[in-house]
């Protein structure tokens, strides 16, 4: 089980709600799709370009398969992430741990590769090994190496899979499908700068506990709107499934269970996002603003 699901789900209360602020960000650092970390695609091109020069990747171009798939709209990233930890003093005894991941992902461009106006689809699967210092060495509460936990011990575990519609020159953006709250709402590149789930991919005081604010690699049914009036401005609303199976070793391990069964309710996000340049050298700003409600009436332990 994740290290920090008996934080996540909580004690029940009607409709509890949760509001959570932005800060400035004054780097951009963004992950491949199959990374441990949160992905933004309200940054990204609804297939990224694929660098080809030497040393880019560690199989390189593929003698050139990789570009001729982007040039058609397919765009296949494998990559593969190991963090080692260790305990010098301190805690239960003394030792070190890896944890490891190898990610898949998959974005395609159906304009480019079927003439469907705005159309992408998305996909994430990864498997994940190894332990951490966190559950063999003291407190598991909040796990040392953030890639620990969910998706482990299953070969192949479901992070997303969804659509997604651009239209009006990115003005109007709609997803839908299995994905997280994670990946839209108070998102930052510099959450996973640091290795210790704490903070990457989001801060665990920003769902309050709430297991309705979903977070990589567990992924619910649901969907969002986002809305960019200008260039550095967005408004973005979502509504997902609330699924008390979520963190269940047994049931939803693999992450291809699909039922409903379990759930308890919807959760509602809404976020105001700033994001200007600033100053003469015109440094990324990165501003939110958003608030967050769960209709569940009660968790189940």
Same mark, same amino acid.
């Given at each position: 089980m994740d290290g920090n699901a008996e934080y996540r789900r909580g004690?029940? =209360? =009607?409709?509890r709600p949760i509001a959570f602020v932005g800060m400035l960000a004054l780097g951009v650092c963004l992950k491949t799709p199959a990374g441990a970390q949160t992905v933004d695609y309200s940054q990204l091109p609804s297939t990224q370009a694929v660098d080809s020069t030497p040393g880019a990747a560690l199989f390189g171009d593929w003698d050139g398969v990789r570009s001729d798939l982007a040039q058609r709209g397919v765009n296949v990233k494998i990559d593969a992430l190991t963090e080692f930890a260790g305990n010098v003093s301190g805690g239960t005894r003394q030792g070190s741990t890896f944890a490891n991941q190898i990610g898949l992902g998959l974005d395609v461009n159906? @304009?480019? &590769?079927? *003439?469907?106006? !705005?159309l992408s689809t998305h996909a994430i699967f990864v498997n994940r090994s190894g332990s951490s210092d966190s559950r063999v060495f003291g407190d598991n509460l909040l796990p040392v190496q953030e890639i620990y936990g969910s998706g482990g011990d299953v070969a192949v575990h479901l992070v997303s899979l969804f659509a997604e519609e651009t239209l009006f #020159? *990115?003005? %109007?953006?709609?997803? &839908? !499908? =299995?994905?997280?709250v994670e990946n839209d709402f108070a998102s930052s590149p510099l959450y996973c700068n640091f290795l210790n789930n704490a903070l990457c991919g989001d801060p665990k005081a920003l769902p309050g506990g709430d297991i309705g604010h979903s977070a990589y690699p567990d992924a619910v049914w649901g969907g969002r709107l986002r809305v960019r009036p200008t260039s550095d401005t967005s408004l973005t609303v979502g509504v997902y499934e609330v699924n008390q199976g979520l963190y269940s070793n047994k049931?939803? =391990?693999? !992450?291809? $269970? %699909?039922?409903t069964s379990q759930d308890s309710g919807a959760y509602i996000p809404i976020e105001l996002a700033w994001t200007p $340049?600033? +100053? @003469?050298? @015109?440094?990324?700003?990165?501003? $939110? &603003? +958003?608030? !967050?409600? #769960?209709?569940s009436s009660g968790y189940q332990d």
């Open positions: 004690v029940g =209360r =009607r409709g159906w @304009e480019r &590769l079927a *003439g469907i106006t !705005g #020159d *990115g003005q %109007f953006d709609i997803a &839908l !499908g =299995r994905m997280n049931t939803y =391990r693999s !992450g291809f $269970k %699909f039922d $340049k600033l +100053g @003469e050298d @015109e440094r990324p700003g990165h501003y $939110k &603003l +958003g608030f !967050g409600y #769960d209709t």
